[in-house]
């Protein structure tokens, strides 16, 4: 292992058997990482459950399924590589001086394909270069879309803010937007800053703009953890090497997960009518999860027709059925598929007519961007057999 003349014997020592805690924390981190990857399979369903729409989730689970990969990838590599290094390690201590060339009598063409020259020992110090790399990179990613992420929830946090305060005054509103576009600005410079490798701390200009943004994101964006770390690389690697690296690793993680999410952007907003028709629902049912604020089941055999909401209070609205006004009873109840926590109520269909039948819900909404509620109307339409 390269060590330099200041290097201290006990931090020599440390470096040296560093292998074992690297095997364990790697075995534990992939394990992890492994059931957070079942989780996000599931975690649509709690997006929708707040009521993100199909290509919000999609991003969202998209980017953190993108990391997890990523990190797999770098843990998994790192956890062959050691184990092929003990087997190295096995190797030298059994035959410390290599190959015997003697004794393999091979002919000229293919003493020169092979390294005779070569012992266990130029094998295992490679291996141990590339192994240490590899394990302080994934600590190196983790950290920095953690700190990306911190940002981003921080961003929202601001969002919302702004909006809570636009109920109040004009000049808490004016200060809440001026938030949350300083908030965005300032994770949109911390992302290109981490995506070019510290390209916006060179240059007279460009420092000076990112120095003050810089030190507002350096602890909310765990930058003083993983920063001195990444120049190390950058430094003794090139920023060509690790930007190819960063590449292949994101290109790996977005081929092996793009397939399973892209599906949710082409699924309609929540609101739309035709996206409550009862055909269109039971097709998007039977594919998947997702109710966003009403779901609806014809039971034409019981003459009935089932409608579950994840609204707060559904009761509070209004509702008619083929121009008759009629008040639903709710239950609290779990979506059977979804699982989402919501409210059920079953509308006899007894006294309505074969044919079309129209359901209207209206009610008020407190307004965001002013004073007051907003009246809405939403029209649903099902045949009834």
């Known amino acids: 292992m390269p060590e330099s003349h200041n290097t201290p014997e006990w931090l020599s020592k440390t470096q040296n058997e560093s292998w074992m805690p690297e095997l364990i ?3 534990t981190a992939i394990f992890f990482l492994s059931n957070f990857a079942l989780f996000l399979d599931r975690f649509p369903e709690w997006l929708f459950y707040w009521q993100f729409r199909p290509h919000e989730a999609m991003k ?13 990838f770098i843990l998994i590599l790192h956890f062959i590589l050691r184990g092929i290094w003990i087997a190295w390690v096995g190797l030298s201590y059994c035959y410390p001086n290599g190959i015997l060339e003697k004794n393999l009598k091979l002919s000229h063409k293919f003493q020169k394909e092979t390294n005779l020259t070569s012992k266990p020992i130029e094998s295992i110090l490679k291996l141990e ?26 961003m929202i946090l601001c969002f919302r803010s702004s909006f809570i305060l636009y109920d109040s005054f004009l000049f808490n509103s004016i200060l809440g937007y001026f938030c949350s576009i300083s908030t965005v600005l300032l994770f949109l410079l911390l992302l290109i800053d981490l995506l070019t490798l510290g390209g916006l701390k060179t240059g007279k200009i460009r420092s000076k703009i990112y120095y003050y943004p810089y030190r507002i994101v350096y602890y909310p964006g765990l930058i003083f953890l993983y ?28 081929f092996q997960n793009y397939s399973k999410y892209a599906h949710y952007a082409g699924l309609p907003f929540a609101g739309t009518p035709s996206y409550f028709t009862h055909t269109h629902i039971d097709e998007l049912r039977n594919d998947h999860f997702l109710v966003f ?9 019981d003459k009935n027709l089932k ?7 559904p009761e509070k609205y209004s509702y008619t059925i083929n121009n008759v006004a009629f008040t639903p009873e709710w239950i609290p109840t779990k979506h059977p598929t979804t699982k ?17 039948v129209e359901l209207i819900i209206k009610g008020e909404t407190k307004a965001h ?6 009246k809405w109307e939403k029209k649903f339409s099902f045949i009834k057999e």
Request: with cysteine; net charge neutral; proline share 0%.
């Open 340 to 356: 989402q926590l919501g409210k059920t109520s079953v509308i006899q269909l007894d006294s309505i007519e074969k044919g079309i």
């Open 369 to 374: 961007w002013r004073e007051g509620n907003f």
């Open 227 to 254: 920063e001195n770390k990444l120049n190390i690389l950058i430094s003794n690697l090139g920023k060509v090497k690790v930007m190819f690296f960063a590449f292949m690793l994101i290109s790996i993680g977005t």
């Open 129 to 154: 270069f590339i192994c240490s790399l590899l394990f302080s990179f994934s600590f190196i990613v983790a950290l920095s879309f953690i700190g990306l992420f911190i940002c981003f929830f921080i």
């Open 60 to 72: 969202i689970v998209l980017v953190l399924s993108i990391i997890t990969s990523m990190l797999q």
């Open 293 to 301: 604020e009403w779901s609806f089941e014809s039971l034409y055999l």
């Open 307 to 313: 409608i579950f909401s994840t609204r707060d209070e």
């Open 25 to 27: 924390m790697s075995g």
